[in-house]
C-alpha cells in the first residue's frame, strides 16, 4: 500500500504564497498519477490539481493560473504551489495517488494523505 504524508499548510494572508508537499512512502511513486483535492468546512471535497507520472498537469479552473502542480520522482514527493491565495481557498488539502488518471481526478483512488489545513485570511 501507498502512504503519503502532507505538509506545508499553515496560516498565510490573502495574495500570499504557499507550498505543499506530499511524501509518498512507495517505491514505485514514479508509476503512480497523483492529485490533490481539498475541503472547506461542510462542503463536499473538490478536486485542485493533476499530475501524470510524465509531468503532464491539469487544474481545476478555480485554481488556474494561481497553483502548479508539480513532482520530484528522485524524492517521491508531489508539491503543490500556490500564490495569489484568497480567503475561499481556505480549506484542508488532501493528496492522493493511483494508476490512472481516471481514478485519481474523479475522487476514487485507494491512497489518501490525512491532509495539511491551508488558512487564508484577510
Known amino acids: 500500500q501507498v502512504q503519503l504524508v502532507e505538509s506545508g499548510g499553515g496560516l498565510v494572508q490573502a495574495g500570499g504564497s504557499l507550498r505543499l508537499s506530499c511524501a509518498a512512502f512507495?517505491?514505485?511513486?514514479?508509476?503512480?498519477?497523483m492529485g490533490w483535492f481539498r475541503q472547506a468546512p461542510g462542503k463536499e471535497r473538490e478536486f485542485v490539481a493533476f499530475?501524470?507520472?510524465?509531468?503532464?498537469?491539469y487544474c481545476a479552473d478555480s485554481v488556474k493560473g494561481r497553483f502548479t502542480i508539480s513532482r520530484d520522482n528522485a524524492e517521491n514527493t508531489v508539491y503543490l504551489q500556490m500564490t495569489s491565495l484568497k480567503p475561499e481557498d481556505t480549506a484542508v488539502y488532501y493528496c492522493?495517488?493511483?494508476?490512472?488518471?481516471?481514478?485519481?481526478?474523479?475522487?476514487?483512488?485507494?491512497?489518501w494523505g490525512q491532509g495539511t489545513q491551508v488558512t487564508v485570511s484577510l
Open positions: 499530475i501524470t507520472r510524465i509531468g503532464i498537469t
Open positions: 512507495e517505491r514505485t511513486f514514479s508509476s503512480y498519477a
Open positions: 492522493t495517488a493511483g494508476s490512472t488518471a481516471s481514478v485519481v481526478t474523479s475522487g476514487r483512488s485507494d491512497y
